[in-house]
Every structure is written in C-alpha cells, then in structure tokens.
C-alpha cells in the first residue's frame, strides 16, 4: 500500500477552525475507506470518522458530529477533515488511515492497516 501523509495541524483558540488532508502517495483498487483517528498520550486511539471509496459512504462519532466534516478529493487522492467550533478536548495528534475491507466497526483502528505519521491539533486560548 501507498503511503499517507497528514497535513494541517496546528495550535488553535476554542472555537476556531482547521483543515485536515491525508495524502494517499498512490490509490489502490484495495482501498474500502480512510478513516480519521486522534489519540491523547495514556489513552486509546479514536476513530473521529471515516469516508468509503465506491461510493461516498460517512460518518462521524457522536462528539464531533455537526462541527467536522469529511471529504474526498479523487483527483488528488485526498481526503480532508474540516474540523470547526473546535473545543480544547480536540486537542490530540490526528492520524489517518486506510482499510482494505468493509466488515467490523469503521471507528476501530484496528481494522486499518495502514497508517499516516500523525498532525498534531491543539486547541487552548
């Protein structure tokens, strides 16, 4: 599988705003979908969202669900979190990943097998 790369992080204020992309270096015919995670030091990675390939299947957990929206640039091989009114529990590293099958739970990072370095977002005034 191709490489990702995570782009966008950075230090915001609460309720501001940032831009997400994950760069998929090649596409495979493999890939089911790409998945946003976050994680916090001592705790377990969280599935945020995730976006399929055939087709244009979405969804979000509960917590970020009307602030951040998901997107895919095909010709780019891209996909984006749009992430606003951003709160200081946001504040995470943010990785993207993809999967190559459709079964079992999308928020679970351990249905990915493949993995960006991460970005680091912190929200705090």
């Known amino acids: 599988q191709g490489q990702l790369v995570e782009s966008g992080g950075g230090l915001v204020q609460p309720g501001g705003s940032l831009r997400l992309s994950c760069a998929h270096s090649?596409?495979?015919?493999?890939?089911?979908?790409t998945g946003w995670f976050r994680q916090v030091p001592g705790q377990e990675r969280e599935g945020v969202a995730y976006i399929t390939w055939a087709g244009t299947t979405m969804d979000y957990i509960d917590s970020v669900k009307g602030r951040f929206t998901i997107s895919r640039e095909d010709r780019k091989n891209m996909v984006h979190l749009q992430m606003n009114s951003l709160k200081p529990e946001d504040t995470a590293v943010y990785y993207c990943a993809t999967r190559t099958y459709g079964s079992g739970s999308f928020f679970d990072a351990s249905r990915y097998d493949n993995w960006g370095q991460g970005t680091q977002v912190t929200v705090s005034s």
């Open positions: 090649e596409f495979s015919s493999d890939y089911y979908a």
